[in-house]
């Protein structure tokens, strides 16, 4: 097993092993009640969910991958995932390219839930994998969205939120998995849409809808730089902790003060303003630096040409840019700076939708 070093400080040094394990193990059941009953209903259930948008964690020190949380802002958007789970008397069908995780969770939804039936399950992502929007998480509330409609709905959104950023995996090499990061912000803006701010513990502290008639420009500046497994968990836990040390109390400062009024006045250019300056402090500061200084250069062209929004999403090195100008505008600015936009979309501001086809 791999033993990263992680370290906050001078006096702050703490070893963890990460731990790889098979689909179906390390489940955490959370103290959830067991349903004293079920009802499993016929036919097909289809959820449908945004993906999103990470614009920050809040303080890096409060989470790691035995611990959810750490807090984090982040917005749904119009690029979506859909899982369709179908009950069967007993066995597990898998259609997706990464059955690991999808097995995993199943297991813990079958533990926590007392169900002792089989599924049939098709996921259908984004096709935008480890460039930060989402694409796991996004998989994860559909599919659990849909286990849970699919034996009669005995959780609430809270609780299938909590069972996934406790159990949260990602593959590892041979079918396995192992335990990642999550502060809960991706599961909670693809159940509620629009943007939404997360505390400690994976608690949903706010939500609100955002840049309404809005576009939404993602570009995926080239970078050499993996956003996925080892690198990943060295930048994360060491100069990220390190920032948040100094930082953190300032970003939830802006947040509370700042950000939370300008969502609630829709005043887009006062958001694009908290969230530029969030880019240069604490862990975001790490996560952009991570691509090398020209994602900052980059960003900052794109400032410079007048957008109004641009943010770095999750470890990246996708960068969101909301704006009220003209496409045309747009893709001449763009074609001016050499950038080439990867998606195209706006703010889903609606959250998950779930379809349930009876025949």
């Known amino acids: 097993m791999a033993i990263m070093k992680i370290r906050g400080g001078d006096l702050d040094l703490v070893e963890y092993e990460f731990n790889v394990f098979p689909p179906g193990e390390e489940i955490r059941t959370l103290g959830i009640p067991r349903p004293k009953s079920l009802a499993p209903v016929k036919g097909t259930i289809k959820v449908t969910s945004p993906a999103r948008i990470h614009l920050t964690v809040l303080d890096m020190n409060r989470f790691s991958p035995a611990r ?17 789970v179908k009950c069967l008397k007993k066995g597990l069908e898998i259609d997706y390219n990464r059955p690991a995780i999808i097995r995993h969770f199943v297991e813990v939804f079958k533990k926590i839930s007392g169900y ?14 480890h460039v930060g929007l989402g694409s796991t998480s996004t998989i994860m509330i559909s599919l659990a969205t849909a286990l849970n409609y699919a034996v009669g709905s005995p959780f609430t959104s809270d ?8 159990n949260y995996v990602e593959e590892t090499v041979e079918g396995n998995v192992a335990f990642g990061f999550e502060t809960g912000v991706g599961p909670a803006v693809s159940i509620h849409g629009g943007m939404a701010v997360m505390g400690d513990e994976l608690s949903l502290v706010y939500h609100h809808p955002f840049a309404e008639g809005k576009t939404v420009y993602v570009i995926i500046p080239p970078t050499e730089i993996s956003s996925a497994g080892t690198q990943e968990f060295d930048l994360l836990m060491n ?4 920032l948040d040390y100094r930082d953190r109390e300032i970003k939830a400062y802006m947040i509370m003060m700042d950000l939370i009024p300008a969502l609630e006045k829709a005043d887009l250019v006062k958001i ?3 969230i530029w300056e969030i880019e ?13 200084y020209s994602i900052y250069r980059h960003m900052s062209r794109l400032r410079e040409a007048g957008f109004e929004f641009v943010g770095m999403s999750s470890v990246g090195p996708s960068v969101a840019i909301i704006t009220e100008k003209k496409k045309a505008e747009v893709e001449k ?4 700076l050499g950038f080439t936009i990867a ?7 609606k959250g998950l939708v779930l379809k349930h086809n009876k025949k």
């Open 159 to 166: 609780q299938l939120r909590k069972m996934i950023g406790y």
């Open 343 to 349: 998606v195209v979309t706006a703010v889903d501001n």
């Open 272 to 274: 694009g303003n908290v």
């Open 239 to 242: 100069k990220a902790r390190v």
């Open 280 to 292: 240069f402090r604490g862990s975001k500061r790490a996560e952009v630096e991570h691509h090398s």
């Open 68 to 84: 959810p949380g750490g807090g984090g802002v982040g917005f749904a958007i119009q690029l979506y995932c859909s899982v369709e």
């Open 333 to 336: 600015i763009m074609k001016d």
């Open 116 to 129: 002792k039936g089989g599924f049939s399950i098709k996921a259908l992502d984004h096709q935008h994998q």
